[in-house]
Structures are given as structure tokens and as C-alpha cells.
Nanobody, 119 residues
């Protein structure tokens, strides 16, 4: 059983930056970030394999958000720059056997951290 704990969320003005972290209680393979805005379904943001090569991103965040990981610390990060009000959501990290954009591909989930971007 792997436990995931997110941190780093908060309130930021449009154009600002935040860095989310997700600490895992054990070794994980592929890691992903998803987000869920009020009244909307959870959507894919970014994912990264164990090696860290070729991360994948949702089109809506390409060029603004960057996923990375530190395997020695069992931690994955999401650097968020040039934030927009539409980025407002609860952000969840997830762990699974392979990189994917579907929630069904991940076995473990964190509790989420709120990101609010004001205009």
C-alpha cells in the first residue's frame, strides 16, 4: 500500500507560480497529476515515468506546467507557471504501473491540495 501526500497549494494571482509536491510512502512507478474543478470531472494534467524521460502533458497546460520527480525522496513535483483562473481546482497526485491520462490507470491517490488563481 502506497500513501501519497500532496502539499504546496494555495491562493495566487493570475500570472503567478506555485510548486506542488507529492510525497510517497514507498517506491512508486509512474506518477500523475490530475485536477478537479467544482462541478467538473477529474481531468489529467501531467504524468511521468520512473525514469523521468518523456513526461506527458494535457494540451491545456503545455509550456506552463512542468512535472518532475526525485526518486531518492519518493517525491514528484508540479511546477506551475503563468497560472490562469481556469487552473483553479483541487490537484491530486496518483501512482500507477504505467504513464497514462486516464484515472483508471492509477492505483493510489492523494487527498488533494487546493489551488486557487484569482483574476
Amino acid at each position: 500500500q502506497v500513501q501519497l501526500v500532496e502539499s504546496g497549494g494555495g491562493l495566487v494571482q493570475a500570472g503567478g507560480s506555485l510548486r506542488l509536491s507529492c510525497a510517497a510512502s514507498g517506491r512508486t512507478f509512474s506518477m500523475g497529476w490530475f485536477r478537479q474543478a467544482p462541478g467538473k470531472e477529474r481531468e489529467f494534467v501531467a504524468a511521468i515515468s520512473w525514469s523521468g524521460f518523456n513526461p506527458v502533458y494535457a494540451d491545456s497546460v503545455k509550456g506552463r506546467l512542468t512535472i518532475s520527480r526525485d526518486n531518492a525522496k519518493n517525491t514528484v513535483y508540479l511546477q506551475m507557471n503563468s497560472l490562469k483562473p481556469e487552473d483553479t481546482a483541487v490537484y491530486y497526485c496518483a501512482a500507477g504501473p504505467r504513464v497514462g491520462a486516464s484515472t483508471s490507470e492509477y492505483n493510489y491517490w492523494g487527498q488533494g491540495t487546493q489551488v486557487t488563481v484569482s483574476s
